[in-house]
């Protein structure tokens, strides 16, 4: 791992909330805008919630459920759920901030985990690579070794902690309704 990506991946989480400090500062949230991108955001969490529901880290390779219409699930369900959040603050310079954080952490977190899984699976992440697109899903379905785990499973759902994103999602717009009610 090159010393720039181990920067950007130390960080991302530290820049993370000034980020979102920036954000609730420049949102300009309104009833209608906290409904439509709150409906965006749960179409990102619910993507993220099936992908936990698969993946069993450091243990076999994910390659079923959204898996298999993109190497990156959960990070395609945080770029939904944070365009959610884009959408409900209302202030394009609230989304300038979201969308600058996203584009600058979000390829270098891939390309480290791209290369831990190139060195944990070998050729079977080589040919699900070659199969399964990097971010943007796929229409059509990776078809790889199936195996009987490759089912959605709450257990993993929980043990993956998914359930962190669905208590940070409703405080994120808990707050957006305190800043639209309350601050100018």
């Not at 944070?82 to 979201?98: N, P």
């Not at 979000?106 to 050729?123: K, S």
């Not at 499973?153 to 639209?180: D, K, T």
Request: glycine share 8%; aromatic share 16%.
């Amino acid at each position: 791992m090159s010393a720039a990506t181990d920067f950007w991946i130390r960080w991302r989480v530290r820049v993370g909330y000034p980020v979102a400090l920036v954000y609730l500062a420049l949102a300009r949230p309104t009833p209608l805008l906290l409904v439509i991108g709150g409906a965006i955001g749960i179409v990102g969490l619910a993507i993220r919630a099936w992908a936990a529901g698969y993946l069993r880290k450091h243990q076999v390779l994910a390659v079923s459920g959204p898996y298999a219409f993109t190497r990156n699930p959960l990070y395609f369900g945080s770029v939904i759920l944070a365009a959610g959040f884009i959408v409900a603050g209302g202030s394009i310079w609230a989304a300038i901030v979201v969308a600058a954080y996203i584009a600058l952490f979000y390829p270098a977190v891939m390309r480290r985990e791209e290369a831990e899984l190139r060195a944990r699976y070998g050729e079977d992440f080589a040919e699900y690579a070659g199969a399964v697109p990097l971010f943007w899903p796929a229409l059509l379905r990776f078809r790889g070794h199936a195996e009987a785990h490759d089912r959605f499973s709450w257990q993993l759902y929980r043990r993956n902690r998914e359930y962190q994103a669905a208590i940070g999602f409703i405080l994120g717009l808990a707050i957006l309704c305190v800043r639209m009610r309350w601050l100018p």
